[in-house]
């Protein structure tokens, strides 16, 4: 959440951030009902403070020898009722008022650094690095193809159970995603990752916390009969799992790493790989969470990142990091890392990570802070898929792909899969 006091003092930054996202905002109405806001909050708190002068003054006047019904007692106390009802009334403008500003608050992304590449799109992200050497060649098949010839997935049985972007593993393509889970989180783990087993259903609050609410309500799925939704990705109940507390400093950074299916409507993708594992309505993921010392956050994300690709390195999968542009930014993050691994039968790169620093946006959201010298502020918080399960399988059936029709499992995963070929 954008920080209130930053729209009052410096709107203009604000606005220019949004701008840098493609967003044309005026906060004049805004900044001016947060001033107000804070003119009704002295207003009270001067209020208050006369009541319990007041209050004083009576008990000093009753042990002085007044009577509690004498008239100086009665007028005081009157003056004092009075000073309550006009207090409640404040506060009951205070409460709309910081209803209706929190709401449109909510409705605004983070704003992006000032080195994040300017852009509207996609095709204005910025290459940094490559890995690997890219498979290329006409004779590479999709990993769909490779899945349905192997009979690793059902796709026609998970539509009757469920409907479509709905898939069934099985035999040895349910091992392959048992064995790639085990391995990122054993991988993670020894990296010094707490691992965490979260719920799949979550609350708004939950959502509302991480960004996810209530802007893109309508790409999730909820339970009609509660206030639970199933969640989209890990980093909703993980930026909730210290939600209204005070870290202690000590602590910081925290790293926790969890698996979880994640679920998500894919709303704005009709017609996009319809086949296959690249983009279905639930999926598995390991997610990646730091909470962090604001002054270490920048180093941090350099971290998170690369524990990320070094998954991708331990599975000798080519990918490539692209900068993301301001008009490709997550809702939450001020900066984000895209991992690409290459996929030779679709000769293209993919998505399979998102590294991004959020700085204290879904911390103030989920009011997470830590204390160092007495003083109390807001953490920043990071997340990274380590990675994305189904695409990761993907890669593996594509560029382990081999003449015979098997495919060659990669050297780190064939302790966990227990074989080094997936053999027709």
Known sequence: MLNPRE?????????????RRGLAVNLNSLKSNSKKLKE??????NLQAEGNRIGKEVG?????????????????RNKGNEIKTQVGLIEEKEKALAKSIKEEILQYPNIP?????????????????????????????????????LSLLD???SVRIAKSRFITLLNQGAKLERSLINFMLDMHTSNGYTEVL???LVNSASLEGSGQLPKFAEESFRCSEDDLWLTPT??????SLHRDEI????????KYVAYSPCFRREAGSYGKDTRGLIRLHQFNKVELYWFVDPSNSREAFKKITSDAEAVLQALELPYRVLELCTGDLGFSASSTYDLEVWLPGANSYREISSCSICDDFQARRSSIRTKRNKQTQLVHTLNASGLAIGRTMAAILENGQQSDGSVKIPKALVPYFGEALLKP
């Open 247 to 254: 870290i202690p400093f000590e602590l910081l950074p925290i």
């Open 155 to 157: 796709t026609e049985r």
């Open 60 to 76: 000093l006047k009753i042990r002085a020898g007044n009577k509690a019904n004498s008239e100086a007692v009665v007028l005081l």
């Open 40 to 45: 009704l909050e002295l207003e009270r708190s």
């Open 198 to 200: 979260p719920p799949v």
């Open 113 to 149: 650094y000032s080195d994040c590449p300017d852009g509207k799109d996609e095709k204005d992200n910025i290459q940094l690095r490559t890995w690997g050497t890219p498979l290329i060649g006409e004779s590479y098949k999709e990993h769909w193809e490779i899945a349905e010839e």
């Open 7 to 19: 729209i009052r003092e410096n709107s203009s930054f604000i606005e220019e951030g949004l701008n």
């Open 234 to 239: 890990a980093e909703v109940p993980l930026t």
